[in-house]
């Protein structure tokens, strides 16, 4: 069932179009995350839903409701705020039950809601001190329970875990997933973190410049992913591109051309012979050991990058083209050696001049 | 980061020396020298108020700091020297002063949280307006206010003092506590939109509270301003029984002529004595105040 | 992200405004009000009267231009309002300029003792416009006064009575304008603080002097502080009053010599009730402080350094 949904959705400032026809339904108590690069409009597309930005083209209904012109506090949602946006002046229990007096809820009411939010979030010993005297993970905790206790049919979160440390990050990702479970309620999270993205959502919203360019579960989106954009966007280190010309193009696949190799992809691609095309492999996805696949021939090797778990390679190949290879564990790689490097045909994604997918 | 962005500009000390370090030599004569321009500087105060304690005749004849003789003959003559006595003028001064700056605060706050945190038609228009009040002298309006004052029978009342400041005519207010709303994060505007509050409440609830820096500056230098003031009080009050304490000093001194210094000194040194009490509770805001926004009278 | 944007207007379309005009024009209110009757009205009211003959009673007269014709060509008490004043601006707001940099830049040298001084600088400012001081002016620079007292016990010499001596009336009302430096020493103090540190560093490394320092680094980064702060002063010591009202009496004697121009105008309106001529007076100040100020702003390219 649907609880959210952005009908050609518009947003300018002056005449700078910022949001450009953004079309989305999102179901009831789906995890949705928002990715794309700075200043693309993720902020403001979360800030028209939450009500604080006016919708400039479009519509925007909420349980099947227009919700347009309807004041932000009426709409059923919360947001927590990048910075956190506590009231300084305010204690936690304060800045937790503020709204709730604004919405003149009964005082016992409004107590059980922020005691029982407080425990779910393990905050109870900190009721009483005032914002100042927080840890930024403790600031993070607040932020959420503030939205928590005015138990919205849907979370807005603006890159919640961005001034937060490397260690609570991860610690804090984990507790969002489980708050999610735990309560149902839809959320939306805005993030340029793409382990976030991948671990957090039942749906990943890639956008560029005030447009959806692909959206679907992260593993559809890493597995398929729509453009060269939303492929490079997805997946670390970032998938190589390299430059293919397309030839002997049947039903059943296209042969392509890599400095002077060819090789024949099981993808169906309609596309003239002689194409110039763009062969997208994913870092992770080469190897060394394979036997089968694709033969990207020898790759002299400039840099290695040794992290304990994985070895990543940066190289080139025959015809210069560069090329991140990772492998899994701990290799004995040096700078100036070469590798004979494959893939596997299934892990090949191809994009034409225009950047767009072909094939399924 | 919100607690910084809401701090105002501080200017304590530094602790790391200025321009390289100065030699000692250098340093201590720096010291006595700015020793010896202070106390030159402060010395007519200091005077004022050591003579108002001693017996007339010493004033002409001591440049002395200690009375040799010490009394407060001169308080006790100053204090019932007019037809009026000093208390009631120093009541009137209080009564308009605190309504000055109960005016200031609820007015001049109310426009600059329009011009900082609402949007509307023409908010740019009106705030480069009020920015050019800021510049304008007094003179240019002063007859036609008091022929309007005139006409509606408020001359030698308080109401020409008073009511103007409930209708934000004080620019430098206004440009003081724009400056420091724009330090507050709008996302704590955002926030309480969120929980369900109206401008209304975002202002009495979010954006006052924060304030209360910019609040007391504004407070303290409305009651001196006002409490210093000579001119208003000259032109719009005419009875002795409605006389501030200025004015009061002012006809006293008319009215000794030069005869009595000791009482006049006496009557000095008390009505500039509370200005010198906030100046000592309040030093750090007011010269925080005249650091933030470069302005002053 | 908190500053003022004036070009950000509610979005084309969207009829769901936030802060909408309502609340705007609501807060604004008494502003708005006040703007209007106490400002705006007024000072086209005081254009109006200043071309009639206005006396407070009775009604105003259409005059023309001759009450602007008088200012110019008929009234000497106008141009020794004029030259007084003007002797005053241009004596007070320089030496308080040069006191308030000075003792800012003494201060500037990380000294203990700062807030001490800078408080003790900054009393005479808060203070001094109060008709007690003025009274206490009166008495140090009277005849027999403490300044004279003091001069003849540390040389023996007798001094004149400096208020009451048309030649150096005036000059006792300069050095408390000067005596009150204090605010614009702290807005310096403020500059000061601004100047990065590196920059001195640098220039000492460059083995750069001291006073070579202060005029290639200090001044220069400093042009906008003291263009602003001789803006204000000057507008300030063209509206001085109080001082000059007590210390002569309300007369702006002896023989006009302290008559600043707030003082003759006081008089015309309020002594001699010519409401119409007094309002003519203002217009004139008005435009000298606007003058003063224009030039101000257009000379500032010439000479206030402003980074980028
Ligand atoms: N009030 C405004 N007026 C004009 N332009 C604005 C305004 N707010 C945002 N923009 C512009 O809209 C674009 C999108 O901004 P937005 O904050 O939504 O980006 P974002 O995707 O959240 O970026 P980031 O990842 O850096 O937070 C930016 O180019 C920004 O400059
Ligand atoms: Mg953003």
Request: proline share 4%; with cysteine.
């Amino acid at each position: 069932m649907t609880t959210l949904a952005l009908n050609k959705i518009k947003k300018s400032f002056g005449n700078l179009d910022i949001i450009r026809g953004v079309d989305l339904a999102i179901g009831s108590g789906e995890f949705v995350v928002f990715v794309g690069p700075s200043g693309c409009g993720k902020s403001t597309l979360l800030r028209m839903i939450a009500g604080l930005e006016p919708i400039s083209g479009g519509e925007l209904s909420i349980g099947g409701e227009r919700m347009n012109e309807r004041a932000a506090s009426e709409r059923g949602i919360a947001m927590v705020f990048q910075s956190y946006a506590l009231y300084p002046h305010m204690s936690v229990y304060k800045n937790m039950s503020f709204g709730l007096e604004t919405a003149k809820m009964p005082k016992p009411e409004i107590d059980k809601r922020v005691r029982k939010a407080a425990d779910i979030l393990q905050i109870t010993h900190l009721l009483e001190r005032k914002p100042k005297q927080l840890s930024g993970g403790q600031r993070q905790r607040v932020a959420i329970g503030r939205a928590i206790v005015r138990d919205p049919k849907i979370f807005l979160f603006d890159e919640p875990l961005s001034n937060l440390d490397a260690e609570l990050r991860v610690q804090t990702r984990v507790e969002i997933a489980k708050l999610h479970k735990d309560i149902g309620a839809t959320m939306i999270y805005v993030t340029h973190d793409q382990v976030e993205a991948m671990t957090l959502a039942d749906r990943i919203v890639v956008l560029r410049a005030g447009v959806i360019e692909q959206h679907g579960t992260p593993l559809e989106i890493y597995n398929r992913p729509a453009n060269r954009f939303v492929a490079g966007f997805i997946g670390s280190p970032k998938m190589n591109f390299l430059d293919v010309v397309a030839s002997d193009v049947r039903d059943d696949g296209v042969s392509i051309d890599l400095a002077g190799r060819k090789a024949r992809l099981p993808i169906e691609a309609r596309v003239v012979d002689g194409a110039k095309l763009s062969l997208g492999l994913r870092p992770e996805h080469i190897g060394t050991d394979e036997t089968g696949g694709l033969d990207l021939g020898a790759l002299t090797v400039v840099h290695v990058e040794h992290l304990g778990g994985q070895t990543v390679v940066y190289g080139r190949l025959v015809d210069g083209q560069s090329l991140t290879v990772a492998l899994d564990g701990q290799r004995a790689i040096s700078a100036g050696s070469t590798l004979a490097v494959r893939i596997a045909a299934e892990n090949c994604h191809l994009f034409d001049e225009a950047g767009d997918r072909i094939g399924k | 980061m919100t607690d910084a962005a809401l701090s105002t500009t501080t200017i304590a000390p530094r602790t790391d020396t200025g321009e390289p370090s100065v030699s000692p030599w250098k340093r201590a004569l720096l010291y006595a020298l700015l020793l010896a321009v202070s106390f030159l500087m402060l010395y007519p105060l200091l005077w004022m108020v050591a003579s108002s304690f001693k017996p007339d005749s010493e004033i002409f004849t001591s440049t002395g700091l200690v009375p040799a003789d010490l009394t407060v003959d001169a308080y006790r003559r100053g204090w019932s020297g007019l037809s009026i006595g000093f208390g009631w003028m120093f009541f009137n001064s209080l009564v308009i002063s605190l309504l000055v700056v109960i005016g200031n605060l609820f007015s001049c706050s109310m426009a600059a949280y329009a011009f900082t945190r609402l949007r509307f038609k023409g908010r740019g228009f009106w705030f480069t307006l009020m920015l050019g009040t800021l510049m304008m002298p007094q003179h240019a309006v002063l007859i036609p206010q008091y022929v309007m004052f005139l006409k509606l029978g408020w001359v030698n009342s308080i109401l020409p003092l008073v009511v103007p400041k409930f209708l934000a005519i004080d620019a430098f207010f206004i440009f003081l506590m724009v400056q420091f709303f724009r330090g507050i994060p709008r996302e704590l505007d955002e926030a309480a939109i969120m929980d369900g509050c109206g401008p209304l409440r975002i202002f009495l609830k979010v954006i006052l509270p924060l304030s209360t820096p910019v609040l007391a500056t504004a407070a303290v230098f409305s009651f001196i301003w006002t409490w210093d003031d000579f001119f208003a009080p000259l032109i719009y009050l005419n009875d002795i029984e409605k006389y501030t304490a200025q004015l009061g000093l002012r006809t006293f001194v008319d009215s000794t002529g030069t005869s009595d210094w000791g009482s006049l000194f006496a009557m000095s040194t008390l009505t500039v004595l509370p200005v010198f009490i906030l100046f000592i509770l309040f030093q750090r805001l007011l010269i925080e105040g005249i650091a933030t926004t470069g302005m002053k009278r | 992200m908190s500053t003022l944007r004036t070009t950000e207007r509610p979005a084309a379309g969207g009829r769901f405004r936030f802060g909408d005009s309502l609340a705007g024009y609501g807060f604004l209110a008494p502003w708005l009000v006040g703007f209007f009757l106490l400002t705006l009205g007024p000072a086209i009211a005081s254009f109006y009267l200043s071309l009639t003959d206005y006396s407070g009673l009775g009604a105003a007269n259409w005059v023309g231009a001759e009450n602007y014709v008088r200012i110019a060509t008929d009234d000497p008490r106008f141009w020794t309002a004029m030259n007084v004043t003007f002797t005053f601006v241009l004596l007070s707001v320089p030496l308080k300029l040069i006191f308030a940099l000075a003792v800012a830049v003494a201060l500037n040298r990380g000294l203990a003792g700062l807030s001490f001084f800078r408080a003790i600088f900054y009393l005479p400012s808060l203070v001094g416009g109060s008709v007690a001081v003025a009274v206490l002016w009166r008495q140090v620079f009277a005849g027999d006064g403490l300044l004279n007292q003091a001069l003849n016990a540390l040389f023996g010499f007798e001094g004149p009575s400096w208020i009451s001596n048309p030649s150096t009336s005036l000059y006792t009302l300069v050095l408390l304008a000067v005596w009150q430096f204090g605010s614009s020493m702290i807005i310096f103090l403020a500059g000061l603080r601004q100047i990065p540190q590196d920059m001195y560093e640098a220039a000492s490394i460059d083995g750069a002097s001291k006073a070579r320092q202060f005029l290639k680094i200090t001044l220069p980064l400093l042009t906008p502080v003291i263009f602003f702060n001789a803006v204000i002063l000057t507008i300030d010591a063209f509206k001085a009053f109080t001082s000059a009202f007590v210390i002569s009496d309300g007369t702006g004697g002896p023989i006009d010599s302290t008559l600043f121009y707030t003082l003759y105008l006081y008089q015309e309106a309020f002594t001699n009730f010519r409401f119409g001529y007094a309002s003519a007076l203002a217009w004139v100040l008005v435009l000298i402080i606007a003058f003063f100020t224009a030039m101000s702003f257009l000379t500032a390219r010439f000479w206030v350094h402003y980074d980028d």
